[in-house]
């Protein structure tokens, strides 16, 4: 496997499990948190091999899921190579979609913002935690109040993530995350509130987190964008795409994951 990618699954793998219980299984992974259950990150099947019988795989994951009250999801990582896979979804009812992810890498230099009048920003603590809360849940490509009000606080307590505030005129207004694995980082939940957005104030918030990756001696700093129309505004942030990930969601109700990212 490319090393490149390799550090993506691994990060992936290391991150759902800061918030969900693991199960290993021959053809991948299982993940689970019945206090979140309408969270996708902390409920799914991680298939990471092409198994050799998809049917026996899918009524596992349908007897594991089920009676613990949460819908049966796959994250599937081999998606173009899972032809049986996809077919076999398909015929058990599931709906299924196609999601390119870039990854990109920081270059290591700091991005100076253009903008800076009027903005501050500070480590998320006690002190503002509620500030922070309500952005979270405002963010409808987060799963909104729903998802954020149960797991924000699981996360802010995860020794792994520190998180940031940005705040524009006294306003707390955007927020971004830092999760560290094996001395790298990878910047998670960035997002400003709507009425917010279009100002480059994420900019600042992206600068403030270089800093602080600087400072916590990060060896490499990375980030998921969502699509691939906010991989280029990171790359005017000095991020560079190393790479592009295809991975297939596929899930019995509820909303895809493009719909919720908007």
Known sequence: MDKILAKYLEFDVAYYESFSTREDK??????????????YDANHAHISEIPKDPQAVINEVKEFYEPKQLTPRFYIYNWLNQAKL?????????????????FQIWTGNIHEPKHKEGITCEKVTEDNYTEAL??????EEFGGKEVREKAFPEDFRNPSMTFYLL???GVACSIASIFEHNGQGRVESVATLREYRGRGLIGSLISHIQTEAVAKDLEKLWIIPINEKIEKVYAKYEFVTVGKFITGHAFLSGKCITELQG
């Open 134 to 139: 309500e952005i979270e849940c405002s963010i």
């Open 26 to 39: 021959p053809w991948g992974l299982l993940f689970h948190n019945e206090s979140q259950p309408s969270y």
């Open 86 to 102: 996809q077919s076999v979804l398909k015929n058990n009812n599931f709906q299924s979609e196609e999601i390119v992810s870039p």
């Open 167 to 169: 705040r524009y005129h």
